[in-house]
DNA sequence: TTTATATTGTGAATATTGTCACAATAAATT
DNA sequence: AATTTATTGTGACAATATTCACAATATAAA
């Protein structure tokens, strides 16, 4: 199983190529990378060999090549389709996030259990809890974001993971226990902040 | 300097014991939290020990005493006061964001350059960038939050770290350059999302 | 009271991750 | 063409993080 840290720094570094490339560049040094990123160059080369880029000596790396094989590492140029559960506060911010469409990836579906959220018009269909199994069968799901109150929260991630949901993005500030086989994030806005306060009182 | 992964165990760690402490415990054992985790019962201990927790050889930890530890580790029982910068899409989201007041954690003010932002009626009060520095001075705040779109984020960014903000949440799609005693953790929803489907499929 | 059992706390062992240093080499310069 | 320079690619090394294993010890049971 390959390091979540390494996934993570491939996801940044792609963050900083297409920005570079946006600019008018071609081509990149290693060390420009890490100026950009705050990894090291070192760790950056290291990290282009792992995924098979190569450079050229005193050339350096072809921005496009690179792209390619952390797009290739991550398993597609189509679409990747998820379902959001939960078109509160969070979740209905989530639903009209922009950057998704750029970067490839699609709501396909929305779930809540009020029933004015499902006659609301957002750009994406929501419906009742009821249908999920049937949209992740027909849809192939594979991932879901979970954006409801803390309390339901469980309860919905058993249920996706019981439709045969094998990733989760969990907003709810609870840590979801599931099977070995699927994989969560929790993002917890708190926590993070409470993170990055911590940090700004240690540096002043 | 203590590394990030700790803490994040620390929070990690808090928000299964809040749960535990709701549903009626008082005492857990090495292992619970291990189960309600997924981090290993010898390195809870050893996490504990680092903060000075002392349970009871076959006894367990009072959670009570894990939680105080823990909040004094972060500093404070006082509230934490911080600035939000967008109140668009997703800056509007965090703005009413409820499980922030149960955290101790409170936005004091947002800026947007939209007037009809300013004059709309939010929970806190929305300034032009213009008095950005004024309440940061008067608030003494150390962190901020971005939600601007990735065209203006670093200009943003840019003024906050200017004024004296040492921590910067930031949420958009771009890795914000700063100097090295400021503090920036970028959460990108989509590198977020590419994440978890990555490991769906793995585990398909 | 004695024995069995479960749990903490931690030093040692192991695994993982990142850095360093430099050979290989391509490009630029003289 | 020869020399200098800048950069990649990677093996060896260092640092860090995690697990393992078990002594210490408190509680429960017999």
């Given amino acids: 199983m390959s390091s979540t840290e390494f996934t993570k720094?491939?996801?940044?570094y792609r963050l900083s190529l297409l920005h570079l490339q946006e600019?008018?560049?071609?081509?990149?040094?290693?060390?420009?990378?890490?100026?950009?990123?705050?990894?090291?160059?070192?760790?950056?080369r290291k990290d282009f060999s792992r995924i098979n880029v190569k450079g050229k000596r005193r050339g350096g790396y072809e921005i496009d090549v690179i792209l390619q094989a952390i797009n290739n590492y991550f398993g597609d140029d189509k679409?990747?389709?998820?379902?959001?559960?939960?078109?509160?506060?969070?979740?209905?911010?989530?639903?009209?996030?922009?950057?998704?469409?750029?970067?490839k990836l699609r709501i396909v579906a929305a779930f809540d259990i009020d029933p004015a959220k499902q006659r609301k018009k957002f750009s994406i269909p929501v419906y009742s809890m009821g249908k999920c199994q049937e949209i992740i069968y027909c849809y192939e799901i594979e991932a879901g974001i979970i954006a409801v109150p803390a309390f339901s929260a469980q309860t919905v991630c058993d249920r996706l993971v019981y439709c045969g949901i094998k990733g989760i993005l969990n907003f709810a500030p609870v840590n979801l226990k599931v099977p070995e086989e699927?994989?969560?994030?929790?993002?917890s806005l708190s926590n993070e902040l409470r993170h990055v306060i911590y940090h700004a009182k240690q540096n002043k």
């Fill in 23 to 44: 600019i008018g560049l071609n081509d990149v040094y290693s060390h420009l990378i890490a100026g950009e990123t705050g990894f090291s160059a070192a760790l950056i």
């Fill in 79 to 103: 679409v990747s389709k998820v379902i959001l559960v939960g078109m509160g506060n969070i979740g209905s911010a989530i639903a009209r996030y922009k950057d998704f469409q750029n970067q």
């Fill in 9 to 12: 720094r491939l996801l940044t």
């Fill in 182 to 187: 699927v994989y969560v994030s929790n993002v």
